[in-house]
Each structure stands twice: as structure tokens, then as C-alpha cells.
């Protein structure tokens, strides 16, 4: 089995993956070709002329988490090779922080307040009677 993932890729790229692989999403692409196919399908997109944006490739093999995997460009996440298993890292958009923020980040974000006293989102509470 073979995933390709293509971000910011032109539009004949895709249609020369898809003769040989079904896009069941934009840029995922998704087949059972053999080992030959698929690095002739890698070496197309890595060296397609027009091709400035990032790609993955995933297939079935015999390891401790039962795929491979090889990229090129630079996309939102990269796999890492951590002892043999690969690590999914969020790269951060601006270069230079130290820190990305992702979702289900554990410190807390508040609205900024308004005057007043009351947050951006906050209605007044009406007491009643």
C-alpha cells in the first residue's frame, strides 16, 4: 500500500500521479503499485520543475511500525526518526520562535478585556425581578 501527500503542488503533478494512484482527497493519493513504480513516482515529484511545495510518501514494509516513509520540502509537520520510530513534529510558521501553539495546548488563552471590565465575548447578567 502507498499514501502520497502533496501540499502546494501544481495541478499536472497530480494528474501524472493520478494515472497510477486514485486521489481520494485533494493531494492524498492513494494505491498498490509496485517498488519500482513508486520511486519512479517520487523521483517525478521531487524533481518535477514546478513543484515548490512539500511531499510524503508512505508504503507498507517489514519495521517496528510496519511503513516507511521519505519527504521533501517543507510542510506544517515533519516526521522525525526517533530510535527507529517515526515522531510526528509541528513545525512552527514563524521562523524564529522557540515554541508553536497547538491545539490542546495546556495554558490557558483569555479574550483580551474591554472597557469596562467585561472580556469580548461576556454579556452583562441581567438579576432577575
Known sequence: MLVMMLEKSPASLKGLLSRWL???RSGVF??????RIRDVLWDRTVLHPRNHGYAIQIWT???PQGFSYRTWGEGG???VDF????????TCAKR?????Q????ATPRLPPRRKGGRSAGERPV???G
Open 30 to 35: 492513494l494505491g498498490n503499485p509496485s517498488s
Open 22 to 24: 486514485i486521489e481520494v
Open 102 to 105: 497547538v491545539a490542546g495546548d
Open 96 to 100: 524564529g520562535t522557540s515554541r508553536c
Open 126 to 128: 441581567r438579576s432577575a
Open 77 to 79: 509537520r515533519e516526521l
Open 83 to 90: 530510535e527507529g520510530i517515526a515522531l510526528v513534529r509541528q
Open 61 to 63: 514494509d517489514q519495521g
